[in-house]
Structure formats: C-alpha cells, structure tokens
C-alpha cells in the first residue's frame, strides 16, 4: 500500500527480482506533462498536489499540535512530488542515542548496516553533494552528482560563519546538478515544491515507473486500502480495497507491506483490530501509533546591510551539522542550521503588504527586496509515549474510516534545542553585518515519524530491523514510523535505505536465490 517514497522503491527493488508486485495507491497519478501548468498553480498558491476528497481529513491536539495539510501528498510519487528533496544521511550516533547521551533510545541496526544501502539510494535518487561535512558518517562511495555551486548568500554566510567558529558545508540533495539518469539537469526555475522538469527526483520517476516497466509491478490509483484481515495463524489474509463508485474489493498475496506514511500505517493497523487482537494488528507492544515525532523548527531573520540576491533557486544549498552532532544532546535536541537563499519576502509579497501604488510602491519594493538573510533551524524531537496517532472515533472521512487524530506536543527538550539555535542564528546574522533579527513562530517539519518503531524486543518495538512486524509473520510497515528516533535530519533517504534492506529480506523469501 502507498506509492511515495518507501513504496515506489520497495516497488521496484521487489519487481527487479521478478516478483508479482500490485501497488495500491490512495491518490491520483499525475501525468508528468501537467507540470509545467501544476507549477503556475503553485505560483498562484493553488497546491497542485493536494489530496482528493477528504482523505486528508484529521483532527490534533497539544501544543502545537500537528496539521498533515501541506505537510505530505498523495498519489504515485506520494509525498516527493512536494517534498524538497534534501537527502541527508544520518550520523553514526544518531543510531545510538541512549548508548551516547543516556536519552531516547538506541536503533536495533548501526550506521555500518546501512551505509551500502544509502550508497544505493544515493545512486537511484540522483543526490548532488559534496563530501566536506565534518560530521557525516563515513562513505563507501562518492555522492553521484557533485553538488551545487553556493549561492551569493551562501558567500555572505560562509564569512560570517567563519568569524563564529561554526562551520558551513553543502547541503545533499536529491536533485540533478546535472542531466542524470534519463532525467533532467536543474534549470533553477525555483519552484521546487513542483518540479516542471524532473530535476528534482520524485519516485514516481525515479522508481514507480521502472518497476512498471519490468511487466512484474501494476499500480492500481485512487485506490484506499481501509483494512487488513488477519488469520488464526497471525498473518494477513486479505487487504479490503476501496474504490470510487466501485463495491470494495478483497485483495490477496503472500506478503504485504504497508508504505502509506508513519500516519496511514498506524491508522490503518488500529482500524484492522478484532477479536484476537483487539488494540489493532501488530500492537502486542501498544505501540502502534505512539511515540510520533517531527522535527521543530523555527526561522531567524535579520535585516542585511547588502543586497543578497534571493530566490535565484529554489532551494537551500549550505547548511551546518555541527549542532547536530556535537554538543550535549543529552540536555537538548540536536539541532541542523539550514542556510536560505529565499529570506524575506517575495516581491509579490512586499507589494501585497506595502498598502502603496504607483512609483511609491516600485520605490518601497527596490528598497525592501532581497534585504533579508535567513537561517531555518530543525530540531530532534524525543519520542514520547503522549504524542501519538489514533483513531477519532467521533469523525469519518469519505470512505467511512475514522479519521486519525494526532496528539502532538513540543517539550522541554526541544524548547532548549531552539533556544540554543536561535542564539546561534543570531550571531551569525549579527556577524554578517544583519540589525532587526526575528525570529518566527514554532513550526513544525513535513516529517512524520515513528509510529510504528523497529527494536529486537516485541515488548518494546512493532517491527524488527528488517520492518517486518514482530506479530504477524506476512506483514513489513516501511517508512519513517519505523525510526526510533528522529535525528535532527530529514528522513527520507533513511526511509529509502530502509526499504531497499527490507526488499532484500522480503525477496529472500519469496525467491530464495534470486539476485540481490
Ligand atoms: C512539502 C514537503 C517537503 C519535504 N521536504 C523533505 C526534504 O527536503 N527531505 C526529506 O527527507 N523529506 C522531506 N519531506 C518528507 C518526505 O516527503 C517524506 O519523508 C517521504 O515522502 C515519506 O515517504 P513514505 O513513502 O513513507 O510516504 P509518502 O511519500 O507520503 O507516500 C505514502 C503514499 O501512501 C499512500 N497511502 C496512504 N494511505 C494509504 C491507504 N490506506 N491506501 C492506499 N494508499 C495509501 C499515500 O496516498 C501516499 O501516496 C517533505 C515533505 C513535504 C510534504
Ligand atoms: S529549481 Fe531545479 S529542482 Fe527546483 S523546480 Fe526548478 S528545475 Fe526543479
């Protein structure tokens, strides 16, 4: 189930193997041509990737709560048709954090088990980068792609930077700096959010369509997977498949894998309860569903004394781990500084805000645009039995499924990590010459993540390191709900690691002496 990123490429891992793959997909396939026309959507602030229907139809609590609108995407391609496409590895002590600061917990698997399949997710997303991060984990191979050229701004902070102590590097990202693999070099149009021409990798380019190609993977879209069927020996019999203006299907086959997000796979293992497992299928622990985590996240500005030529790109392309490694993760988050090269507002956005017309408004835009630098922090978030995925009772969405309902809450531990950052954005802005530093509001990141945590003790974990349930022989939930923490990092090239480990299991046993 799911066609994003930890489906598209279990899709295809699987395919390549010659084994019989059907894909069940809730949203739509997007036709590859629409993009140029979904990309003047986007400018005009109509999101070309917004969910059908009221699939996305939820309900949160805490503070500050947790919206999925904008926060993923549905159809073939899933959420990287919009996601920004940056591809960070994890560092080594990212797998053991309890071992190395006595908090969170540590992940049944170390950075050397995953190190070849991040060099194989490197490869098949195309990721540009540049091996001077003082604090990546050691590589058995080059980036693919060599990275991207620093920015103007990138200059200004690499100055600023060095009078502060805290080093720069480029930021990994899963987009062409140059035509790669049958795709697109980056044309720095800077709609990243839709990328018109494939630069930037989205699975359903990079993957769904192999994996159709090789005659061994169908995809069915605009179908919902709204429960699974387990038998008495524990495994899973059928998935009931809802279809628009269709009666529900039964489906079939030996092995299933679930891959709709760390929110839909916990929400559909609560909804598949019955009388043998009455908390939800795989929830012996009682953790399906708990222990959600996000990266908080706040932006600091400053008023810059030059201009600084933003929005030349439509991405980020320095960025900072020191914060993320280093220092005392056991009092607070560990914390990335991402470098923006589109501070400040647009000159659209000026103009809407300035009340002003005719040469007064031409003079206020020349003199405001481009005048901000901006520093994005992400902080790690600690699992926490209290922040969770559940199931509402008391509201449906259009298939008849309770919605999810996300109880979600920033703690103390977060709070010091962005008191700290925010502290450090600041004296790089002040070293760059900045006055008028801001800062936003807390923000929350589009990651969503471990919901479904993997861990060698069924008492304490839903999966193993392979992503098959521990309860329910036939059954792998891959994606981000698998992580055990969530590293200040974005997820995803992880989640792609993780999924072409656990196709390679899933292919053991399907097809004993089948090529890896
Ligand atoms: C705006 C934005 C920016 C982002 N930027 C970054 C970034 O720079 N770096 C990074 O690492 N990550 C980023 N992310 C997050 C990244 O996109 C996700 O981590 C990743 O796509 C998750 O992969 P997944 O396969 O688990 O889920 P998804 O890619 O979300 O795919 C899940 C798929 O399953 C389908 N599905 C769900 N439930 C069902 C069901 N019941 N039946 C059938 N199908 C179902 C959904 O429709 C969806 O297509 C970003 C996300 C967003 C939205
Ligand atoms: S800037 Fe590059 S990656 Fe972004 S939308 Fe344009 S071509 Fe795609």
Redesign the pocket.
Known sequence: ?????????MALELARRGIQVLV????PRHDFAQRGEYARRYLKHDNP?K?PGD?DRHTTSGTPGYRLD???????????????????RLHPDDLRLRTRHGVGDDWPLAYADLEPYYTRAERALGVAGAPDDPWAGPRSAPFPLPAFPWSYSDGLFARACASTGIALHHLP??RNSQAYDGRAGCQACGTC?VCPTGAKAS?DLTHVARAEATGHARVLAD????RLDADRSGGVRAAL?ARARRPAERLTARVFV????????A??LLHSSAADHPHGLGNRSGLVGRLFTSHPSVDVTGRAPVQVHPYRTGFSSAMSRQFAVAGDRAARGAFMLELLNSAGGTPEAIAARSGLWGAELKKHVQEQFGRRLGIRVFCEQLPDRGNAVALDPHVRDQLG?PVPHLRYSVGPYERRALDEARDVAGRILAAAGCDDIRTSGLGV?????GTHRMGADPATSVVDADLRAHDVANLYL????AFVTASA???????AAL?IRAAERIARELRPGAPA
């Open positions: 189930m799911g066609a994003g990123a930890a489906g598209g490429i069940i997909e809730a949203g990737w969910s699939l904008g926060r993923r995407a549905r159809g073939v391609g899933g959420s990287t048709l919009f996601w920004e496409g940056y591809a960070l990202q899963a959010h699975v179908s919902s997977v709204v498949v679930l891959a709709g997000g760390a929110v839909e796979n929400r559909l499924t990141a589009a990651h969503q993540i891959v994606g981000a709900g990092s974005p997820p995803t090239l992880t989640i999924a």
